[in-house]
């Protein structure tokens, strides 16, 4: 069974950073792109960023430049950096993993991490 695990979320004053990880388990054939959403209350679910295994990454507008996507592809494992954090980041953080398991192609998530922005 393929497991998504989060970490690092946790509550911040404005200008602050952390560093969000998910470390994937589980028996897997190939891990293919992996990425980060967010969620705000009353909001729907919106792309964060994303990278794929030879480390192109794609970002959404509102955190160009302040947070940085990374992997580790022999830990299964995807960072999110977060730094100069605003209010309007407060939200919860899910990773997601697009890979090939026993079933075929499989898109996973994770089961959020709390991030809160505040002063």
């Known amino acids: 069974q393929v497991q998504l695990v989060e970490s690092g979320g946790g509550s911040v004053q404005p200008g602050g950073a952390l560093n969000l990880s998910c470390a994937v388990s589980?028996?897997?054939?190939?891990?293919?792109?992996m990425g980060w959403y967010r969620q705000s209350p009353g909001k729907e679910r919106a792309f964060v960023a994303n990278?794929?295994?030879?480390?192109?990454?794609m970002y959404a507008d509102s955190v160009k430049g302040r947070f940085t996507i990374s992997r580790d592809n022999a830990q299964n494992t995807v960072y999110l950096q977060m730094n100069s954090l605003k209010p309007e980041d407060t939200a919860v953080y899910y990773c997601?993993?697009?890979?090939?398991?026993?079933?075929?192609?499989?898109?996973?998530w994770g089961q959020g991490t709390q991030v809160t922005v505040s002063s």
């Open positions: 589980g028996i897997i054939f190939s891990m293919n792109a």
């Open positions: 990278i794929v295994p030879s480390g192109s990454t």
């Open positions: 997601n993993a697009n890979l090939n398991d026993w079933r075929g192609r499989r898109v996973y």
